[in-house]
């Protein structure tokens, strides 16, 4: 189960999608803020995509040092923008935004 991992360890793991597309490293990896329960890792897409997108950790799995998303490339590449300073975590704006767009 995703949870009984720690943020750290998930930290630079390899993400696929569901179609077992690599997608990339996980660059960041965010908490509910209401429930402290992990829900979001960042990924950059590519060298032409250098943007952070989110992708929720609902529906996940991991295997070793892997990671596989519920959802494949394109609808993480139309996820909407988030600026986010990493320290600061998700904006309830955004996180909703975020809910909206994956159907969460």
């Not at 890792?41 to 040092?65: M, N, Q, S």
């Not at 519920?70 to 998700?90: C, F, M, R, V, W």
């Amino acid at each position: 189960m995703i949870q009984d991992e720690s943020a750290h360890e998930l930290q630079e793991a390899t993400l696929w999608d569901s179609t077992g597309h690599r997608l990339g490293l996980v660059g960041e990896v965010h908490r509910d803020k209401d429930t402290g329960r992990l829900a979001w890792l960042t990924v950059a897409l590519g060298p032409a995509d250098t943007r952070e997108r989110f992708v929720p950790l609902t529906g996940a799995r991991i295997e070793g040092t892997d990671v596989y998303v519920a959802y494949d490339h394109d609808t993480i590449k139309g996820s909407p923008d988030i600026d986010n300073a990493p320290e600061a975590g998700l904006s309830p704006e955004d996180e909703a935004k975020l809910h909206r767009y994956y159907g969460l």
